[in-house]
């Protein structure tokens, strides 16, 4: 086992302690499939506490009001952070498998840049009352006004694909609109939630119980978050499966919701794009990360009249993506997060096979890479949108191509999945584009190459690729309530 390069302990009340049981489990990197070091296994125990001293501290002190002592807060995290930048990045290349390329990237860099800033921002201009005048009712006059307030304690619940860059975009968010948060980590990647809970106590003013942070291999803890009436509104980011759960057990208790889940988002090439152009780079909007993201374009879809043209240009992009280490600055791909993860994949590229889709390359285990959890690059051809693999989301570097007649049939197939994440339309006439960018119902579309991503822009879903939306004006309502009062008018 390497040197320990993460913080083991939990954070709960403003303290970093070890799990009440003295539990603890292995954290492995997915590249080598070697032990890191170890994190604090944490039990009921430890998360009913975790709950408590949120609890508490929003209710009984001013941190829920006190917007500009809030915004300081969120200043001293993204310094500490920024201090810590290089070794956040070795950190999420040896637990997540991310590619060194992408950490400059939406990994951390990009994410750390805004993350925390413009929530900061917002905190101080944010109009927290709405003067609606004096009014007239049954008779009296009335003044009247409308706040805003903070719900109260999150329990944001992480997935392991993006650790760093959900965390930030969730406490940055939470934390600016004056809650307090329980921080569960995914067990894959549990180093990328309790370095938060260090760098909290030692580099800020965030008072006790403001953040909490609970890693533990037990799921049950997680929905130990959604069940208790204690925690006001859960924040997850995962799959669809998991959002449906926690949706049906905490209507109970009225859980307010944000459920960023998954997708199985389309890239339209219009029969007019430049292929050239936009395919030689194809397998990096897949490959990327080993097609660990939930946004990422895993349908492509090519009009017939040039399908054999673009399927060539995509499998000449496939054969060219380095991937392997992911310290190697050479590789845009690293492994899965794990081996269950890995056979996941690979049983649905069987599936595939099976149902008829044409294997152009890859769908194996890569032979010269006999460690770590690697699926080679994958791109099946002449799939119809009803297979299984063009409908369920795989989360591995796999793309299907599927061809279509004209815009209304693209707009069609693009349409017709359960999800509604993102999606991508290319052409050469930039209006024709977006007419049908307008017409894919999608949380996110990016018009021949447009970037969307950023703190003061939303991300979120339509259908089962959830409900609400992460960062933005809309990310910041749904972490507030809304009270009307009113007053004589004298």
Not at 414 to 424: F, I, P, T, V
Request: with cysteine; proline share 5%.
């Amino acid at each position: 086992m390497a040197d320990q390069i993460g913080e083991r302990r939990l954070y709960i009340d403003g303290e970093l302690r070890e799990a009440a049981s003295g539990k603890t489990f292995d954290n492995i990197n997915p590249a080598t499939e070697e032990c890191l070091g170890v994190v604090a296994d944490a039990g009921a125990e430890d998360m009913d506490a975790a709950i408590a001293a949120a609890r508490r501290t929003f209710d009984e002190t001013s941190w829920g009001a006190d917007h500009a002592f809030r915004a300081k807060c969120l200043r001293q995290l993204h310094e500490a952070l920024v201090a810590e930048q290089e070794e956040i990045r070795a950190e999420l290349i040896a637990e997540v498998g991310a590619p060194l390329l992408i950490t400059y990237g939406p990994q951390l860099d990009a994410p750390l840049q805004d993350g925390l800033l413009w929530p900061a921002s917002r905190a101080e201009s944010y109009e927290w009352e709405r003067d609606l005048g004096v009014a007239e009712v049954f008779g009296s006059k009335s003044r009247r006004w409308v706040a805003k307030e903070p719900v109260g304690v999150v329990g944001a619940i992480t997935p392991w694909n993006f650790p760093f860059e959900i965390t930030i975009n969730k406490i940055g968010q939470a934390l600016a609109t004056g809650n307090t948060v329980v921080l569960k980590p995914a067990p894959d990647t549990p180093w990328s939630g309790t370095r938060w809970g260090r760098v909290i106590a030692e580099k800020t003013d965030i008072p006790a119980g403001v953040v909490n942070v609970v890693t533990s291999t037990d799921h049950l803890l997680g929905e130990q978050l959604v069940t208790d009436p204690r925690v006001d509104l859960i924040s997850f980011t995962g799959s669809t499966a998991t959002g449906k759960r926690i949706m049906e057990k905490g209507a109970a208790t009225m859980k307010r919701l944000f459920l960023e889940l998954g997708g199985k988002s389309a890239n339209i090439l219009l029969d007019d794009a430049d292929f050239a152009a936009n395919l030689a780079m194809a397998s990096l909007t897949v490959c990327t990360h080993a097609g660990q993201g939930c946004a990422m374009p895993t349908r492509m879809l090519l009009p017939r009249s040039r399908y054999d043209e673009g399927l060539a240009l995509v499998e000449e992009s496939f054969r060219t993506i380095g991937y392997g280490d992911p310290a190697d600055a050479n590789n845009f791909m690293g492994p899965q997060i794990s081996e269950k993860q890995r056979e996941r994949v690979l049983g649905l590229i069987d599936t595939g096979v099976k149902e008829g889709a044409r294997l152009v390359l890859g769908g194996g285990k890569p032979a010269h890479l006999p460690k770590g959890w690697f699926v080679e690059p994958t791109v099946f051809a002449d799939v119809d949108n009803s297979m299984t693999i063009a409908q369920q989301e795989i989360f591995g570097p796999v793309l299907v191509v599927i061809p279509f007649e004209d815009d209304d049939d693209a707009v069609r197939i693009a349409n017709d999945s359960q999800y509604g994440l993102s999606g991508m339309v290319t052409s050469a006439d930039e209006g024709r584009a977006i007419n049908v960018a307008k017409r894919i119902r999608t949380g996110t579309v990016t018009i021949n190459g447009g970037i969307w991503y950023g703190a003061d822009t939303p991300f979120g879903g339509y259908k089962n690729s959830g409900i609400g939306r992460q960062n933005g004006e809309e990310g910041l309502a749904q972490y507030l309530e809304t009270k009307s009062y009113a007053v004589p008018a004298t």
